[in-house]
């Protein structure tokens, strides 16, 4: 693709940022699209995130992403924020607006509900209770999401209760801290923690009590079906790996910044398995 003078310009920052897939997911649309544009990787030390972010439109750029560790800096540093980002507390996609003004925006419950819609498309929200696990930026995504789709209660375990507490008091609405995962009858159980990527111990879980019916999903993608999900699906749950959360929770800003909403397609997916190894 020829880039021109009037090229868009969007990009991610964060500390390291050469395990971002989001050059690549941006990259494919880009091209699918025929736009005249550029996605960037931005890394960006600590001690130079605020410059890098002030100087985002002197350069021109339309906008970024925020991955880690900058997602909870960036919201504080933002001159305004989206409602989604402020029930997060933490901001993963800043688009440029009038005047130069950094508006901050979380779209991973987008990405959350994209992925689940897309992955099981009979399950609604509103039909029954919520199972989730773990306390952290994820989870706080997820709760956001559960309360947006009126899920009538969520139900929140994390192991250091006290974090999950204080998650339950931040966000507000139906969540429900509890001593050990609930499962008898909800209808959707979601990790949100590290445990079952490569590298780290899996999720210690019992699905005795789980519905069959119950969707499974989880946020990690490496490796695309986690011990979690192998447990669930060879008892007959239906099951929604993390991958899809990584590729709609792209969409709203691509388009804000490119001019195009982009598709989330098979040749995407198949795309960016394949840029993971597998």
Not at 41 to 60: C, K, T, Y
Not at 123 to 147: D, F, H, N, Y
Not at 221 to 239: E, Q, V
């Amino acid at each position: 693709m020829i880039i021109t003078g009037k090229a868009r310009v969007a990009g991610v920052i964060g500390w390291p940022v050469s395990h971002s897939r989001s050059p690549r997911l941006h990259g494919y649309w880009l091209d699918k699209y025929q736009i005249d544009g550029a996605y960037l990787p931005l890394a960006v030390p600590p001690d130079q995130i605020e410059a890098a972010l002030r100087a985002l439109p002197a350069l021109g750029f339309r906008g970024v992403n925020v991955t880690v560790p900058y997602k909870e800096v960036a919201f504080r540093l933002m001159d305004e924020v989206s409602l989604d980002a402020k029930l997060i507390g933490a901001v993963n996609t800043i688009v440029v607006g009038e005047n130069g003004k950094l508006v901050g925006h979380n779209t991973d419950h987008v990405g959350f509900f994209g992925n689940v819609a897309n992955g099981a498309p009979g399950w609604q929200a509103s039909a029954g209770p919520a199972m989730v696990v773990g306390a952290g930026g994820a989870a706080r995504a997820v709760v956001a999401s559960l309360i947006f789709l009126h899920a009538p209660e969520i139900r929140l375990y994390n192991r250091t209760r006290a974090k999950a507490e204080a998650l339950a008091r931040d966000i507000g609405g139906p969540i429900r801290v509890v001593s050990e995962p609930e499962l008898d009858d909800v209808t959707l159980l979601v990790n949100t923690t590290s445990l079952g990527m490569t590298g780290q111990p899996p999720l210690e879980l019992d699905l005795t009590r789980l519905p069959t019916s119950a969707v499974v999903t989880d946020i990690v993608y490496t490796p695309l079906i986690t011990p979690l999900l192998a447990a669930a699906r060879a008892r007959g749950n239906p099951i929604v790996d993390g991958l899809g959360m990584l590729l709609h929770q792209a969409v709203p800003g691509f388009e804000a910044w490119f001019g195009v909403k982009p598709e989330v397609t098979p040749e995407l997916r198949a795309f960016m398995l394949s840029g993971l190894g597998a």
